[in-house]
């Protein structure tokens, strides 16, 4: 594309060079760069990005967008723009075609619920003939190709970039997990979602926004940007803040189970290998017998039906849908032994989501609950004791490990975890490596004890400072049983 016809609507100063340059691809991170791309330089939270044009000019930039006046010799055009963030959202949009306008761009929000929602709404739309791609912290889903992804919402260029992907292939759909930090760190503007979702909005992140207002205002942001409806929990205290704070005109579909709300759920029965439920909305209501446990899947649900019922999907393909799903990787998911005990992993790493999963798994626990689990190094420290807290209030045990320590001293963290347990006299042991302390867990469990491994979900490594070492936790149960049978 021509450098000429990609700047034209955006405010900025060439520098020097000429604007009759084809780009062939933007990119952000020089070692990324290849032959005729755009380099954008982002001041970052490590690094400065401005420091390695000449690294992106080796590697075969032709243009560089900067928002500092910098000395460039190289033989290269240069722009300078205000904000190099939101020029890189702005170019990747119309470099690759607006691709976020040619689909029905479906964003979810909030603490827990997203990456379920999700592959909820795939579920749906799929028994209802719509094909439909996910972006969200499980990765890219197109069809049958699953693309890895760093971050939950990957930066501005990236998504354009799997967004014309899914256009190209003529997918309609495509519902996107929108974190908090993206909206804060520019990564989804000038992107056109139709529908915004929000789940709930609890503890997590206060190591970035510092106080739940900032967490609540970057959430908020993205009911302001869709263009066709927003879907709000209405029993979340933040969701009914939403409503009142919205200065978007668009319509509302509220869901919920206790307060009053256009999509709701009634008769309620959560059992232990599933919940069965009638799903109510204006248009009428349906049983659904759905095999996601806990009373907070049918939250989920919700969200994902309302979006359904937004563009007009029956009542039957939503039941389809729904009662098709047999699990999402890595939430709640029973790890498939022939003991006489359960083991459960689930992705709980939030105060919230904790609760929530003991919460269902006490109603049905036979035996003993024996939880391993960690917090995130590098992550909120405002949550650790709180989590500690949480589990400490459902389990028999609570074995405190480690969850991707990143640059934190695994045990530091530990300790943080166990000052909440303490708080509520929970009875713990700390076991700082996960392996040990799963093969803990499994080799002093008693019948009908059932385990919960927490944190880590679908996670198959585990980050430790900048490596990332191969780690799947379910594996690891079956090769610990096998040992302990030999
Ligand atoms: C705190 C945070 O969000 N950091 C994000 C940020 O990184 P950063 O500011 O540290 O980047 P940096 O390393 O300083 O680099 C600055 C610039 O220099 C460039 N660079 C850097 C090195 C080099 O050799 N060459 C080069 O060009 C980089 O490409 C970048 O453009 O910008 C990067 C590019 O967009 C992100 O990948 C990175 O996410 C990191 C990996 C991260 O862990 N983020 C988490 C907190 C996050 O965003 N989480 C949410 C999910 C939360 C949830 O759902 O619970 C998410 O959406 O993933
Ligand atoms: N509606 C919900 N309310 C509270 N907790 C939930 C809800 N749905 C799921 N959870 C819990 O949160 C965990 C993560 O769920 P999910 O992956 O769907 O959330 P997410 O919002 O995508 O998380 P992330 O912020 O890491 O992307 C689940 O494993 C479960 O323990
Ligand atoms: N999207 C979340 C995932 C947390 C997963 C947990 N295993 C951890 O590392 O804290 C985050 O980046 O904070
Ligand atoms: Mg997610």
Not at 152 to 174: A, R, W
Not at 232 to 254: A, F, H, Q, W
Not at 356 to 372: H, N, P, W
Request: net charge negative; charged share 30%.
């Amino acid at each position: 594309m021509k450098l000429k016809n990609l700047i034209e609507e955006y405010e900025i100063e060439i520098l020097k060079g000429s604007t009759n340059i084809c780009i062939n691809g933007i990119e952000h991170d020089s070692r990324k760069i290849s032959k005729g791309n755009m380099f954008v330089a982002i001041e970052g939270f490590t690094v400065d990005g401005h420091k390695y044009i000449n690294e992106a000019i080796e590697n075969g930039a032709i243009c560089v967008v900067v928002q500092k006046e910098i000395a460039i010799g190289q033989d290269v055009t240069v722009v300078k723009v205000d904000d190099t963030k939101l020029a890189l959202a702005k170019f990747s949009s119309i470099f690759y075609g607006e691709p976020s306008k040619k689909l029905n761009l479906i964003g979810v929000t909030g603490t827990n619920g997203k990456t379920s929602i999700t592959y909820l709404i795939k579920s749906i739309f799929e028994a209802s003939d719509k094909r439909t791609g996910i972006i969200g912290t499980m990765g890219i889903v197109i069809d049958n190709d699953v693309i890895d992804n760093t971050n939950t919402t990957p930066e501005s260029n990236l998504t354009h970039k799997y967004l014309k992907e899914m256009v190209d292939k003529g997918i309609q759909f495509c519902a996107m997990e929108v974190s908090s930090h993206s909206l804060d760190l520019k990564r989804v503007e000038y992107m056109d979602f139709k529908v915004g979702i929000f789940t709930n909005l609890t503890e997590d992140h206060l190591d970035y926004h510092k106080d739940m207002e900032n967490y609540y205002k970057s959430k908020l942001r993205l009911f302001n940007m869709t263009s066709g409806c927003n879907i709000i929990n209405v029993d979340d205290e933040y969701g009914r803040r939403i409503l009142k704070d919205l200065e978007n005109s668009i319509p509302v579909i509220t869901y919920g189970i206790e307060k009053k709300s256009d999509i709701y759920a009634t008769n309620v029965v959560c059992h232990p290998k599933g919940v069965d439920f009638i799903l109510n909305c204006p248009k009428g209501s349906i049983p659904i017998n759905m095999k996601l446990l806990g009373k907070f899947n049918v939250y989920n649900v919700l969200a994902a039906a309302a979006c359904a019922i937004y563009y007009d999907i029956d009542l039957f393909s939503i039941k389809k849908g729904i009662e098709s799903i047999n699990g999402i990787k890595g939430r709640f998911e029973l790890v498939p032994i022939e003991e006489d005990y359960s083991v459960i992993i689930d992705f709980a790493h939030t105060p919230d989501g904790l609760e929530k999963v003991l919460s269902t798994i006490k109603q049905f626990a036979e035996g003993r609950i024996v939880v391993v689990f960690g917090a995130g190094g590098n992550r909120d420290r405002a949550k650790r004791p709180i989590m500690g807290e949480t589990v400490a209030k459902y389990a028999d045990l609570a074995i405190v490990t480690s969850d991707n320590p990143r640059y934190e001293d695994p045990d530091k963290i530990i300790e943080d975890i166990i000052v909440g347990i303490e708080r509520v006299n929970g009875k713990y042991i700390p076991i700082t490596d996960r392996k040990e302390a799963i093969k803990y867990a499994l080799s002093n469990a008693r019948p009908k004890d059932t385990i919960l491994l927490a944190g880590k979900g679908h996670e198959t490594y585990t980050i430790i400072k900048d490596k990332i070492i191969p780690f799947d936790e379910k594996q690891i149960v079956l090769d610990i049983l096998k040992d302990i049978k030999e």
